[in-house]
């Protein structure tokens, strides 16, 4: 069955690290360009990082660009999002998502919710 | 950045009934135009893919059409599971930005 799962969520303070996993199954996840997709609570969805299928090319919206590092683990078929100096406005919901051969986001994991706060 | 506006925010309609969402983009994005289905609690879901390409185990009901800048997303007979938030997404230029959403409820 193709299959992303997150992980790695949780409560963190402003100024705090957190460290988000993504399993992946059902697929040959070295074929594929991997993201990072975030949605806050009641807000619409926002692409975050991206990296290609053999880290070559890594690109990140300017609102993490500095703070959060995308990698991926094509031995374990895994990629991650280390997020560091974390802000109130980092909370959301952080789902990994897949890039089809045309780069659309064809398969997405369930989620994991990321919450920032004092 | 381009940017994609959604109409309408919110849609109200029956099961039955037939569907027009709306997406317009800043600039032209030729075709390179998606749709995605969120439910509550779920992950989204790619439904049209290059404006009119229905994803995997799209039933036909969903018609994407459109170009440059103006797109449509049309499901022809709703069925009680197609009330959800849809979002469009552009692939154009870098980066990839979606829609604000469409909630048909």
């Known amino acids: 069955e193709l299959q992303l799962v997150e992980s790695g969520g949780g409560l963190v303070k402003p100024g705090g690290s957190l460290r988000l996993s993504c399993a992946a199954s059902?697929?040959?996840?070295?074929?594929?360009?991997m993201n990072w997709v975030r949605q806050a609570p009641g807000k619409g969805l926002e692409w975050v990082a991206s990296?290609?299928?053999?880290?070559?090319?890594?690109y990140y919206a300017d609102s993490v660009k500095g703070r959060f590092t995308i990698s991926r683990d094509n031995a374990g078929d895994s990629l991650y999002l280390q997020m560091n100096s974390l802000r109130a406005d980092d909370t959301a919901v952080y789902y990994c998502?897949?890039?089809?051969?045309?780069?659309?986001?064809?398969?997405w994991g369930q989620g994991t919710l990321v919450s920032v706060s004092s | 950045d381009i940017v994609l506006t959604q109409s309408p925010a919110t849609l109200s309609l029956s099961p039955g009934e037939r569907a027009t969402l709306s997406c317009r983009a800043s600039q032209s994005v030729s075709s390179y135009l998606a749709w995605y289905q969120q439910k509550p609690g779920q992950a989204p879901r790619l439904l049209i893919y290059?404006?009119?390409n229905r994803a995997t185990g799209i039933p036909a009901r969903f018609r994407g059409s459109g170009s440059g800048t103006d797109f449509t997303l049309t499901i022809s007979s709703l069925e009680p599971e197609d009330f959800a938030v849809y979002y469009c997404q552009q692939r154009s230029s870098w980066p990839p930005v979606f829609g604000q959403g469409t909630r048909l409820e």
């Open positions: 290059d404006t009119s």
């Open positions: 059902g697929f040959t996840f070295n074929s594929h360009k």
């Open positions: 998502a897949r890039g089809s051969g045309d780069d659309w986001f064809d398969l």
């Open positions: 990296i290609t299928k053999t880290s070559t090319y890594i």
